[in-house]
């Protein structure tokens, strides 16, 4: 079974830029969450989807952030504009259930300079 | 960018031998407890997961253990083998939370031949 799928791996990009990161959730599963990765503050949770429909944005750092789900395989997170705080690895995740155990992709790695 | 990171707890064994990860938690609203493995350059793997109203369970070589009293669970790894070299992360969901998970810090396990 494919996994979640993200794109790009890696992003090297100046600040100012806008970046757009996608996702590929697990075929099936209603919910799709977005994490933040930093060695500072850990795994984060930015937001998270339920059959397309955003639930809890709460984490999203600020109005520079957004995510959309247009169809239910596919999502994607912008930040415009961007800058060097913004460097971390950022992970899609999918799950089945509601409160069922997310499972991940592999990030990707966003560096802004 | 980042001076300072953070300094995760470290975990070394031999080959062979058994490990046990500790996580504490705070939030005795919390019910719901996954534990995730996560290897240079991929995203958080689901290991296995335990439900508030038991005390234990138990997987392929991994069994987690939970104690609400003192807000502690923990993943053992019988014979722990090289491939088990990970940070390990443990992730809780507070029952009114819908699928907001809270990630703790993660330990290092590395296991020596």
């Known amino acids: 079974d494919a996994g979640v799928i993200q794109s790009p791996r890696h992003e090297v990009t100046e600040m100012g830029q806008e970046v757009t990161l996608r996702c590929k959730p697990i075929?099936?599963?209603?919910?799709l969450f977005w994490y933040r990765q930093t060695m500072m503050r850990g795994l984060e949770l930015l937001i998270y989807f339920n059959n397309n429909v955003p639930i809890d944005d709460s984490g999203m750092p600020e109005d520079r952030f957004s995510a959309k789900m247009p169809n239910a395989s596919f999502s994607t997170l912008k930040i415009q504009p961007s800058e060097p705080r913004d460097s971390a690895v950022y992970f899609c995740a999918s799950s089945l259930l509601e409160g069922g155990p997310p499972h991940f992709g592999n990030g990707t790695r966003l560096t802004v300079t | 960018g980042e001076s300072v990171g953070l300094h995760l707890p470290t975990l070394s064994v031999q080959e062979g031998d058994n490990s046990i990860i500790n996580c504490a938690y705070s939030n005795s609203a919390s019910d719901y407890f996954i534990w995730y493995k996560q290897e240079s350059g991929k995203g958080p793997q689901f290991i296995i997961d335990?439900?508030?109203?038991?005390d234990k369970r138990q997987g392929q070589r991994v069994t987690v253990l939970l104690n609400k009293t003192v807000k502690h669970l923990s993943l053992q790894i019988a014979a722990t083998q090289p491939g088990d070299s990970a940070v390990y992360f443990c992730a809780e969901k507070e029952e009114t939370s819908g699928s907001r998970l809270t990630f703790g810090e993660g330990t290092q396990l590395t296991v020596n031949p």
């Open positions: 075929s099936g599963h209603d919910y």
């Open positions: 335990i439900r508030s109203n038991m």
